[in-house]
């Protein structure tokens, strides 16, 4: 495991990780995206920021999730599709 320098909320943080150092950046970027979009929403505190920054990111990474079931689902049905047609046209073949 390497260690990190990273940027979170506007503190720098020490992380170990085995990822790339241009993913984790990556990463960050984007949480903080998500915790400046949430901070900028008044009357919240610290607290609930990060309480809603966690059950956003959850909820992205949930339906990143079903979209990727759904084309899985989808491809494998298709697939099994032209599985069908080709069986059939084999069976033609030898006829």
């Given at each position: 495991?390497?260690?990190?320098?990273?940027?979170?909320?506007?503190?720098?943080?020490?992380?170990?990780?085995?990822?790339?150092?241009?993913?984790?950046?990556?990463?960050?970027?984007?949480?903080?995206?998500?915790?400046?979009?949430l901070?900028?929403?008044?009357?919240?505190?610290?607290?609930q920021?990060?309480?809603?920054?966690a059950?956003?990111?959850?909820?992205?990474?949930?339906?990143?999730?079903?979209?990727?079931?759904?084309?899985?689902?989808?491809?494998?049905?298709?697939?099994?599709?032209?599985?069908?047609?080709?069986?059939?046209?084999?069976?033609?073949?030898?006829?």
């Amino acid at each position: 495991m390497r260690r990190h320098e990273v940027q979170l909320a506007g503190r720098q943080i020490t992380i170990q990780s085995d990822q790339p150092a241009d993913l984790l950046s990556e990463i960050c970027d984007y949480v903080n995206n998500r915790h400046a979009e949430l901070s900028s929403m008044p009357g919240l505190t610290q607290s609930q920021v990060s309480m809603l920054l966690a059950l956003s990111i959850a909820e992205d990474l949930f339906q990143e999730r079903s979209e990727a079931a759904d084309t899985i689902n989808r491809a494998s049905t298709e697939t099994a599709g032209l599985l069908k047609k080709l069986e059939k046209l084999s069976a033609q073949a030898r006829a």
